[in-house]
């Protein structure tokens, strides 16, 4: 059950990382070549802002009780 939840977050990040297609070589130069740095940037400021979000609504939730 575990395995299932790995692949299904890999492929998730996939796409959120902007990785076209993933290849079947191993070397760095190939692995490169298979995303885009512009759709990585904007994978990862949405990452950030979901961290960031999740700490001020913890924050609030203190602050509320």
């Given at each position: 059950?575990?395995?299932?939840?790995?692949?299904?977050?890999?492929q998730?990040?996939?796409?959120?990382l902007?990785i076209?297609?993933?290849?079947?070589?191993?070397d760095?130069?190939?692995?490169?070549?298979?995303?885009?740095?512009?759709?990585?940037?904007?994978?990862?400021?949405?990452?950030?802002?979901i961290?960031?979000?999740?700490?001020i609504?913890?924050?609030?939730?203190?602050?509320?009780?």
């Amino acid at each position: 059950m575990a395995g299932t939840a790995i692949v299904i977050g890999l492929q998730q990040l996939k796409s959120l990382l902007g990785i076209g297609h993933f290849t079947t070589k191993t070397d760095v130069v190939s692995v490169l070549e298979a995303w885009y740095p512009l759709n990585f940037v904007l994978g990862c400021l949405f990452l950030i802002f979901i961290l960031i979000t999740r700490f001020i609504v913890s924050s609030l939730y203190f602050i509320v009780n």
